[in-house]
């Protein structure tokens, strides 16, 4: 997306309270704007309720009702069904959560608003760990990365949130990047469109939480899509698999990028680069048996 | 027994009166989560529906935690909303609890009292919905069937004029599982007590509000005077709703009862079912020439404290019955009355740990009781009855 030409709806504000060069502010920027007027928030604690704003100013044009951190499916589920029970069930829901509030203390009521699909867009801002809180681990950490709980790197491998939210069979289920908006604005268009359960997990490269100059988390999150760390794809009713991005580069840019990783050893990084080429392999595999 | 109904009585347990009580209020949403003993209002609501009798949004969440969750969210978009629940599923709703009030949102919950684990127990016991008495949810008492399907429809009138939840109990069992001959009101008799109100804060597109957003010290203190300027309220929005509902069907209610409390020497003071053997215990000691009485506290948040002193002014002895109990203390309600009565003069305090873990506690043995203490000094430390 050329974004000098990009056509704003206003639907979020300037003076919101992200971090000077925080990439989670234009990714929201964009989905609200795709999303439109019509339309009611939830957001769980996280770096977006932060940035949304608190009383009484609001950075968003939707009202939002600020939930607790592992309520937001089911209160976006409340939400949808007060709404629809007053005749205005074309109103987009919208739940915006971090990761914390999604993989971890939030996954019980994803998976049941899952269960139920229920007509709501799940967005997950996914900064791979608890950075609102100053950077602690959770179960969206990558292996090896290093947070305030996991200062040696931590042990065990990044939940994989897209492949249990496929075991639900939900309409619709996407990865994005702050490094590719133009494909992030047809996901939430698309996701718009779809009667039922949504699913969205955008990447967000925290600047103080991964180590990443201020400038620099465009340029991170796009290493993250290209060295397949971070694939894009889309999964549609559990069986319809697309890998739009291709794993075109090494890990080793994408790792150089951030102080998270700079404590591994050579033989580490190597460890992780076989990892992320058999996730990667492992991917393209069912997209090649699940075609839709 | 049949000679006693007429057209509107049915014979109902308390679940199932709830029940009526919940499908002629209405609601436009109610999230559920099963559990013994509340789940009979659950079934029944589920088939009124499926009769096509209940036209309600009912959602089957994966916890009470969610159910309790999409209630606040439901709500906040204008919607009326009911829940129920009982002992752990009232537990782990524990921090939502503290948000719908916060957020000032009119759910009516009701509550099956029922023992806390562990041990694990099914059991009538009160220390499920007390443990809740600081999360700011107005709480009533039910004795009966009947008083369970009154009080649920008028707790929609209190949480609606207050934009406070409310919390309506009954025990365990003793009440939810006990049938008896239950008039159900007209729909249009619940129509006109309940008419539809304009909410003040609600989600909505268009208006850009949010709500319970991060606030500052000032607007975070702001919001609890607020509420306490409504909870204030309550108690007479209690007794409003109380007359006209008794002006409808013939049924008033007040935030207490008084039973037999004229020219009494000693009362009973007790919630929920204890207050029919209390009331036995009265009968069979005013034959026996001892002025006693009862006072049965249906409001307990906000607690009707001028009323209690006023009911029990000129009473020498009062004995606490509670079944609960907040270990390290004793009896909840013994406490409340204690801390209403200080500075006030009042009875001599007697509380009694009656009935906890749903332990049968005799008419004979109220009665005892009540001859025992008649002259006692009064007792400080909780006493356990056997």
Redesign the interface.
Known sequence: MDISRYEDHGQFCSGHAACGGCVEALTMRVILNEIG????G?VAPSCT??I?????T?S?????????I??A???????K??????G?GD?TVVCFAGDGGTYDIGI??L??AA??NEDILYVCFDNEGYMNTGGQKSSSTPHGAATGSTPLGKATVKKNLIEIMVAHRIPYIATASPSHLADLAAKVRKARAIRGMKVLIVVIPCLPGWGVADDSAVRVARLAVESGVFPLMEVENGTTWRIASEQTRPIDAYLASQKRYRHLSDGEREALQAEVDAGFARLKALEAINPG | MNRMLNDDLQLLNGNHAVAWGVRLAGP??A?VYPITPQTPILEKLIAFQAEGKFDC?L?????E???M???????????R?FTATSSQGLMLMH??LH?ASG?RMPIVMFNVNRTPAAPWGFWPDQTDSLSQRDTGWVQLYSEHPQESLDTVVQAFRIAEASELPVMVNHDAFYVSHAVEPVSVPEAKAVRDFLPRRERSLW??????????????QE?WHASRREMDAAMARVEGLTREAGRLWGEATGRAYDVLEAYRMEGAQQAFVTMGSMAGTAREAVDRLREAGIAAGMVRLRLFRPLPAAALRAALADIPVALVLDRNFSPGMGGIVHQELAAALYGHGGPRLHGFLAGVGGINVPVERLEALAREYRDAAPTHAPIWLE
Request: aromatic fraction near 4%; hydrophobic fraction near 45%.
């Open positions: 007027p019509d339309a009611v939830v309720a932060v949304l704003g608190g009383y009484p609001s968003a044009r939707i009202p939002f009702i600020h939930g607790l592992e309520t499916a089911a209160m976006g589920t409340g939400v069904r007060g709404l629809a029970a007053q205005k109103t019980q009521a998976s049941s269960e139920r | 436009d949403v999230p949004d959602i089957t969440p994966e916890s935690h969610s159910a969750a999409a209630a606040v969210a439901a709500s906040a978009t204008g919607a909303v921090e939502l948000y957020a989600l909505d597109t268009g208006l850009g509000r949010s709500i319970g957003a991060p606030a500052g607007a």
